[in-house]
């Protein structure tokens, strides 16, 4: 059965230490222009904000944001590097999945990366009817997942070299990768999804994909990139209320 690699303590210790080293820095690299072009005002919630690195990203960038996490380590963590924040835990398994929130509204929700670990396309869908609850009519979810091809080549800060299975996985199918970078070289298990199972699973919330976007790296920026120049290990995918326009 698949676990959540980031509800443990040392995980979240290493986490809390990555910052944006290369490949990660590509994933974030891009977001200001997106969030300036898509998103009109600053009330944010970052969903699945783990030790606080992208709730505190979209602070600099002068949004007022809110965090919330289902890992208890992974919080505690974020309020110790940003005491200031706003950090709340929740039960994805729950009615309401973001019931210390729910009664808010915001211009833009941010998922960097906790549905590369979540499972079920109807546990997906709720979650993601939900984040559609909370947003204003004008507002923005943004979902930063993982690219299928990160599981199948070597990267800057990653490595699939140990799982040549990964080839071979299917829509839904566990994968594996490793983080060379924060100190913990325990493989992460996460779960592969396809464009295909993205979209279907907006379209069950209830969200429309406005743009997606694919960040690739440039040869002169100051990392020694592997894959990152040729191919993206990320897609962005930018939405809105279905119905909307």
Same mark, same amino acid.
């Given at each position: 059965?698949?676990?959540?690699?980031?509800?443990?303590?040392?995980?979240?210790?290493?986490?809390?230490?990555?910052?944006? /080293?290369?490949?990660?820095?590509?994933?974030? %690299?891009?977001?200001?222009?997106?969030?300036?072009?898509?998103?009109?005002?600053?009330?944010?919630?970052?969903?699945?904000?783990?030790?606080?690195? &992208?709730?505190?990203?979209?602070?600099?960038?002068?949004?007022?944001?809110?965090?919330?996490?289902?890992?208890?380590?992974?919080?505690?963590?974020?309020?110790?590097?940003? #005491?200031?924040?706003?950090?709340?835990?929740?039960?994805?398994?729950?009615?309401?999945?973001?019931? /210390?929130?729910?009664?808010?509204?915001?211009?833009?929700?941010?998922?960097?990366?906790?549905?590369?670990?979540? #499972?079920?396309?109807?546990?997906?869908?709720?979650?993601?009817?939900?984040? %559609?609850?909370?947003?204003?009519?004008?507002?923005?979810?943004?979902?930063?997942?993982?690219?299928?091809?990160?599981?199948?080549?070597?990267?800057?800060?990653?490595?699939?070299?140990?799982?040549?299975?990964?080839?071979?996985?299917?829509?839904?199918?566990?994968?594996?990768?490793?983080?060379?970078?924060?100190?913990?070289?325990?493989?992460?298990?996460?779960?592969?999804?396809?464009?295909?199972?993205?979209?279907?699973?907006?379209?069950?919330?209830?969200?429309?994909?406005?743009?997606?976007?694919? /960040?690739?790296?440039? #040869?002169?920026? #100051?990392?020694?990139?592997? &894959?990152?120049?040729?191919?993206?290990?990320?897609?962005?995918?930018?939405?809105?209320?279905?119905?909307?326009?």
């Amino acid at each position: 059965m698949l676990t959540n690699a980031y509800q443990d303590a040392r995980r979240a210790r290493a986490y809390a230490r990555l910052e944006f /080293p290369a490949s990660y820095y590509l994933a974030f %690299r891009d977001l200001p222009a997106l969030l300036a072009e898509h998103v009109e005002e600053t009330e944010a919630l970052d969903f699945g904000c783990g030790a606080g690195r &992208s709730t505190r990203f979209l602070a600099r960038l002068g949004y007022h944001v809110t965090g919330v996490d289902v890992a208890a380590d992974m919080l505690e963590r974020a309020r110790l590097l940003d #005491p200031g924040g706003s950090y709340h835990l929740i039960d994805d398994r729950a009615a309401d999945p973001l019931q /210390p929130v729910a009664s808010r509204r915001f211009d833009v929700v941010l998922a960097a990366y906790p549905f590369d670990n979540i #499972p079920g396309r109807a546990h997906r869908a709720r979650l993601m009817e939900a984040i %559609r609850g909370v947003l204003r009519p004008a507002g923005r979810f943004l979902l930063l997942a993982s690219a299928p091809e990160i599981y199948t080549h070597e990267w800057a800060t990653f490595t699939t070299a140990a799982f040549p299975e990964n080839r071979r996985a299917g829509s839904g199918d566990v994968v594996r990768i490793v983080i060379k970078e924060g100190g913990d070289d325990r493989p992460v298990e996460d779960l592969l999804w396809l464009d295909e199972d993205y979209r279907e699973t907006f379209r069950r919330a209830g969200l429309a994909v406005r743009a997606v976007h694919r /960040p690739l790296a440039r #040869p002169d920026e #100051p990392f020694e990139w592997v &894959s990152e120049e040729r191919v993206s290990p990320w897609v962005i995918y930018v939405t809105e209320v279905a119905g909307r326009r």
